[in-house]
């Protein structure tokens, strides 16, 4: 508390992702810091997205989350477990995350191409190095999508792939 801050998003929990909401927590004077900076950018999010987020927020009793927030996570746990065992039988080396619904795999060369690849086969994927060097020889996978729709996407994959 004394020297951090973080910030945290609604977007995955509260299903918010186009609201561009969330918040910061630590420090006083960096939050206010913060505060200070945020107030010359922009005049802040529509009311209603606020309300929005307020009403999650309020959701949370005695610390736990509301159970249409556990049930998102289930499912969410559920795919991502699933397009895991998937991605590794297709042969690609990759692990199933704790707490996103987005899975990296190693892809074994050029992360663009490797995309443009998949994207010709019908499949969408995010090329590593969008995100930095580092990201480079890796694509990621959005968990997203019903299990259904994720296995079709599999089998286009696999054809790629072998």
């Known amino acids: 508390m004394e020297v951090a801050v ?34 010359q950018i922009d005049s802040g999010l529509p009311r209603y997205i606020q309300y929005a ?7 949370y009793k005695n610390g736990q989350p509301p159970e249409e927030v556990k049930r998102n996570v289930a499912v969410y746990r559920d795919r991502v477990k699933f397009l895991a065992k998937k991605l590794k039988d297709i042969g690609l080396e990759c692990e199933a995350p704790k707490a996103t619904y987005y899975v990296w795999a190693h892809c074994g060369g050029d992360s663009m191409e490797f ?48």
């Open 115 to 162: 995309a443009k690849k998949l994207l010709e086969a019908g499949v969408a994927v995010t090329p590593g190095i969008g995100f930095g060097k580092g990201g480079e020889g890796f694509v990621r996978f959005s968990a997203t999508k019903p299990i259904e729709e994720i296995k079709k996407a599999c089998e286009k994959l696999e054809k790629v792939i072998r």
């Open 53 to 59: 987020a307020i009403h999650a927020l309020e959701s």
């Open 6 to 39: 973080e910030l945290h998003s609604f977007s995955k929990t509260f299903g918010m992702a186009g609201d561009r909401i969330g918040f910061a927590v630590g420090n006083r004077k960096l939050i206010e810091g913060i505060v200070k900076v945020k107030s």
